[in-house]
């Protein structure tokens, strides 16, 4: 029998495409699709939904219950911006969620997680450039904080209870079929989405502000791929370094300027720069490229490119 998928958070901006991706892969009905509200129409028509709140162990566990599942993504989380106005509501969503999916996998109710870290776990004292997979690691967000002790459990559960749970440090992600909400990275995708409509976009990061970036296509194709890697290949059981491309805010409206010469970008940096100071300008994976074979396809140009058509199909 195939194995049972549960997708927490599902409806959110990785969760959309990993659910309509893993429904391609595994067939509609092995994926249950969960979230604390209904997502986009097509999410919606693809297969089972369940509302679902990931701060709740019981309903988390009766859904594993119900559909038999046997491996759970948990996709729900506050990011770095929104986390810095609620702190304490985004450290128990983060937290919470995280240990009952871990709970699950050590009671054997499930054997296998995904959990998503970020580059947020990094804090001012990193190394800048080409950050180290294990380097030093003072985050200064409450979203990096969670993050990092996340990454800490998920170790601890796998050498404590052998749990097989398995992780990506994602860089900021660009996409365009759901937009994300509260992240420093958002930046990159209302870039896209304003050039088209007014040819013109004020960006709340500095001007020479270089983040770690990534195409959802890459960073869907390294969830799939990490988690259908053999065990024993998966050596790193806190969080995997993942590398793709890196930018600022100049360098990426000189790509949408080279589709489209009259778009204009002017800079209004908020405390989300702040945020953006404390993070890596670029990352070293090569642990992840050695591990399981990780090599991203998406270019800033093929990026650009994709983001534009994209953009025009769904959303004009
Ligand atoms: C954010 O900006 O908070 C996220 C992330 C890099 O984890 N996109």
């Known amino acids: 029998m195939a194995s049972k998928i549960l997708i927490i958070g599902a409806c959110g901006q990785i969760g959309t495409e990993l659910t309509m ?25 693809s297969g089972p939904f369940e509302i679902a709140d990931a701060t709740s162990f019981e309903q988390i566990k009766e859904l594993v219950e119900k559909y038999g599942v046997d491996e759970i993504y948990l996709m729900a989380a506050m990011l770095s911006a929104t986390a810095e106005k609620h702190p304490m509501k985004g450290w128990a969503l983060n937290m919470e969620s995280l240990f009952h999916v871990l709970n699950l996998a050590k009671d054997k109710k499930v054997s296998k997680v995904f959990w998503p870290s970020s580059i947020a776990v990094f804090g001012p004292t990193t190394p800048k450039q080409n950050t180290p997979q294990t380097t030093v ?28 749970v398995r992780s990506i440090r994602y860089p900021g992600l660009i996409s365009y079929k759901t937009l994300p909400g509260g992240g420093t990275t958002d930046y990159a995708i209302e ?6 409509k007014n040819h013109k976009y004020t960006s709340f990061l500095k001007k020479d502000a270089e983040l770690p970036m990534m195409f959802m296509d890459d960073a869907i194709r390294a969830t799939i791929s990490l988690m259908e890697a053999p065990a024993k290949s998966v050596k790193i059981r806190s969080s995997y370094n993942l590398s793709a491309l890196s930018f600022t805010p100049h360098t990426l409206a000189e790509s949408i300027k080279a589709h489209i010469p009259e778009f204009e970008i002017d800079y209004a940096p908020d ?17 992840a490229r050695e591990d399981w074979g990780w090599k991203p396809e998406f270019d800033l140009r093929k990026m650009t490119s994709a983001m534009l058509e994209g953009i025009k199909d769904v959303h004009h």
Not at 21 to 45: F, Q, Y
Not at 191 to 196: K, N, P, Q, V
Request: hydrophobic share 35%.
């Open 137 to 164: 690691m003072e985050p200064s967000t409450v979203y990096g904080i969670s993050k990092q002790a996340g990454e800490r459990w998920c170790e601890y559960y796998f050498n404590k209870y052998g749990v097989d």
């Open 271 to 287: 405390f989300r720069q702040e945020i953006a100071d404390s993070w890596p300008s670029s990352i070293d994976d090569s642990r």
């Open 191 to 196: 870039i896209y989405h304003e050039a088209l």
């Open 21 to 45: 991706a893993l429904r391609e892969k595994v067939g509609r009905n092995n994926v249950i699709a969960s979230d604390i509200r209904e997502g986009n129409e097509e999410l919606m028509a």
